[in-house]
């Protein structure tokens, strides 16, 4: 009871993530981050944590917790409604098996799951969409800047992706040459 009392009054309290602070000062880079993604050929490197046929799963560089993931659809729209019934299946299954690694490798209390259409719903990358799955804990508030620092945090996503990367790693080879998007990869 104490516990769902304390999660209620951290739930509505706004996330201090001072590393972002990087994206919103860095230029930003050409091209969208979602299609360039795939491009090296290191996923690691671009922190791709799997691909199915139509969507990938990636983590974010600028988190706002630990293990926060975003999935998006192959295809580049900023439009829901866009998405063919076979690529929105897709892309809402992939949504589910990435709520189902959190929940299994992190462990998470709760668990922030959205998406921001637009600049004004708070989109940083409005033309194509994508969705949020943010882990929280209790107190991650305050946690995630004393141990998310800016100079410790590549080395801390690494990490994330290390011990989440083989929960998607069927994903990626149940797809290999599958694909209408396969050259993006
Ligand atoms: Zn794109």
Known sequence: MAEERAC???GV????APWRM?????????GCIFCTATDDPSLRA????????????????YPYTNGHLLIAPHRHTAQLVDLPEEEFRDLMSLLRHAVAVVETALHPQGLN???????????????????HVVPRWLGD?????????VHVLPQHLLESY??????????LESV???SPYSHQR
């Open 8 to 10: 209620r009054k951290e």
């Open 113 to 131: 799951i959205g998406m921001n259409l637009g600049t004004c719903a708070g989109a940083g990358v409005v033309d194509h969409l994508h969705w």
């Open 22 to 30: 990087h994206y919103i000062e860095a230029p930003k880079p050409d």
């Open 176 to 178: 290999e040459n599958e």
């Open 13 to 16: 309290q706004v996330l201090w």
């Open 141 to 149: 508030t305050n946690f995630m800047p004393v141990v998310g620092a």
């Open 46 to 61: 671009t922190l791709v944590l799997g691909v199915t046929r139509y969507a990938r799963v990636l983590l974010n560089k």
């Open 162 to 171: 290390d011990r989440l990367r083989p929960y998607f790693a069927s994903l």
